[in-house]
C-alpha cells in the first residue's frame, strides 16, 4: 500500500505537469483529411470526411479529398468526445485520466469536501487540464454525512438528525447553488455501494424531492437522483427530476411515467457489474459482491425495457478515475459494451456516450457531436468500432475545445 506522502508527491507532480500544459496550450486551426465520422447523431451512417477546425470549434465538414495542408487519418474512426454524465472525479490527476480516456466533458454526481468543484474551477481557468466539469458540490440526502457538513458547515444541525422536510430542503438546495453548483443531486433512495445501506429503501420523499426539484429549476439547473428503488425512483421522476441514476430496481409503470415526461436514464451498468466490485475478502467487500450478483439481472433488465419503451438513454460510469480506487477502473468503453450486450447496437450505444449524454447535462447545443458550429471535442480510434468496439478503450488522438490533448496517431 502506497503511503500518503507518495500520494501526494504523485498528485503534486501531476498538478504541476498539467499546468504546465495547460498553459501552453492553445486552441488550433487545422484540416484532419480521410476520416470515417460517426458524428454521434441517431440514425447517422458512417461516412468519409475532411474536417477543419478553427478557433476551437468545427467549421467545415466536406467529403474525403487529398489537401496538402491536411492531417491525414488513414480512414481511422473520428467520433465526438465522450460525456460522461456521472463521475466522481474530484482531483487533476483524475480529471487528467478521464480527459486522456476520450472523456471531453463530465457530469460530477458528488463532490467530498468539494475538491470536484475545485477541480473544475482550475479546469475551467486553464491552469488545469481535463474534460469539462459540471459538478453537484455534494449529495443531499436525509444523512448528509461529514463531507457535506464540512463543506456548508451552517447545516452542522444534521450531524446528529436526518435532514427532513420540504422547507430544509429547499434551504440546503438554495445554499448548493449558492456555492456554484452546475446541476442537484438528490437521493431517493439509499446506496447499493455500501454493505450497511439497502439500495431497496427510498430516501427523500416526493414532497422534498419536489422542493428540491423547484428550487434548482427556479435557478435554471437540472436534479439527477440517485434512485435504485422503484418507489424512490418513482417519486422522483414525479417531482420533475432530470436524470435517473441507476434504476436498477425500475417498475414497468416508473418506466412508462419516464417515457411519458421525457426523463432521462443513466444505468451505470459497468459498476453495477464485477468490474465495480471492491477487492479483498473482507466481510464488507464479499458482502458488496454478493449484492453485485443478485442486482445485475433487474438492471439489465430495466435497461432493455428502457429501450424497449424509447427512453433515452445515457451513459455515465460512476468512475472516480481515481488512481488505485476501486471505483477508479470504470471507463465508458465498459459501460458501451454493457448496454451492447443489453441490445444496443454499437452505434446507439456511442450516441448515449456522446448526443443522449449531452442533452441530459442540456448542452447539446454546444457538444456531444459532430456538427459545423459545434465544439471541436473529437477522438480517433484505429479500427471500426462496429466490428471491434474495444478499439473505443485506446483513443489516437483526443481532441479538447479544438486543442489536441492525447497524440498517438503517430505509432500508427
Not at 126 to 153: A, K, N
Not at 310 to 339: F, M
Not at 380 to 392: G, N
Request: proline share 4%; net charge neutral; charged share 25%.
Amino acid at each position: 500500500m502506497r503511503s500518503d506522502n507518495t500520494h501526494r508527491l504523485r498528485g503534486f507532480a501531476a498538478l504541476f505537469l498539467w499546468a504546465t500544459l495547460a498553459t501552453n496550450a492553445a486552441a488550433q486551426d487545422l484540416w484532419l483529411s480521410h476520416a470515417h465520422l460517426y458524428d454521434g447523431l441517431p440514425g447517422s451512417a458512417v461516412r468519409s470526411v475532411n474536417l477543419r477546425i478553427r478557433d476551437g470549434r468545427i467549421a467545415e465538414i466536406t467529403p474525403a479529398a487529398d489537401r496538402a495542408d491536411a492531417r491525414n487519418l488513414r480512414g481511422a474512426f473520428l467520433l465526438p468526445g465522450f460525456i460522461d454524465t456521472h463521475t466522481h472525479i474530484e482531483d487533476p490527476a483524475a480529471a487528467q485520466r478521464a480527459l486522456l480516456s476520450g472523456v471531453t466533458t463530465t457530469r460530477v454526481l458528488g463532490d467530498n469536501y468539494l475538491k470536484a468543484m475545485a477541480t473544475r474551477d482550475l479546469v475551467r481557468s486553464g491552469h488545469v487540464r481535463g474534460p469539462q466539469m459540471l459538478v453537484s458540490g455534494g449529495h443531499v440526502r436525509p444523512q448528509l454525512g461529514e463531507s457535506f457538513i464540512l463543506s456548508y458547515p451552517q447545516f452542522g444541525q444534521y450531524l446528529a438528525k436526518p435532514l427532513q422536510g420540504p422547507e430544509n430542503v429547499a434551504e440546503v438546495i438554495r445554499a448548493v447553488i449558492a456555492r456554484g453548483a452546475d446541476v442537484i443531486k438528490v437521493g431517493a433512495s439509499e446506496r447499493a455501494g455500501l454493505a450497511r445501506t439497502d439500495p431497496r429503501r427510498p430516501e427523500l420523499s416526493h414532497d422534498e424531492l419536489r422542493a428540491a426539484v423547484s428550487v434548482a429549476t427556479e435557478a435554471g439547473l437540472f436534479v439527477a437522483a440517485h434512485a435504485h428503488d422503484r418507489r424512490g425512483a418513482n417519486a422522483a421522476v414525479r417531482a420533475g427530476v432530470r436524470s435517473i441514476e441507476h434504476g436498477t430496481y425500475l417498475d414497468e409503470d416508473t418506466l412508462a411515467l419516464m417515457r411519458r415526461q421525457g426523463t432521462f436514464f443513466v444505468p451505470t451498468l459497468a459498476i453495477m457489474s464485477p468490474l465495480g466490485d471492491p477487492r479483498g475478502d473482507d466481510a464488507e467487500a464479499v458482502s458488496l459482491q454478493l449484492r453485485t450478483q443478485y442486482m445485475m439481472r433487474p438492471l439489465r433488465d430495466a435497461v432493455r425495457k428502457a429501450r424497449a419503451l424509447g427512453i433515452t438513454v445515457a451513459v455515465g460510469t460512476d468512475s472516480s478515475y481515481g488512481d488505485g480506487d476501486d471505483y477508479g477502473r470504470v471507463r465508458v468503453g465498459h459501460e458501451i459494451l454493457e448496454l451492447v450486450d443489453c441490445g444496443y447496437t454499437v452505434l446507439e450505444a456511442i450516441s448515449a456516450a456522446t448526443y443522449n449524454a449531452a442533452r441530459v447535462l442540456g448542452i447539446e447545443g454546444r457538444t456531444g457531436a459532430v456538427a459545423v458550429g459545434l465544439e471541436a471535442d473529437l477522438l480517433l480510434v484505429d479500427r471500426d468500432p462496429r466490428l471491434d468496439p474495444t478499439t473505443l478503450f485506446e483513443p489516437l488522438l483526443v481532441i479538447s475545445d479544438g486543442t489536441v490533448v492525447l497524440d498517438r496517431e503517430v505509432l500508427r
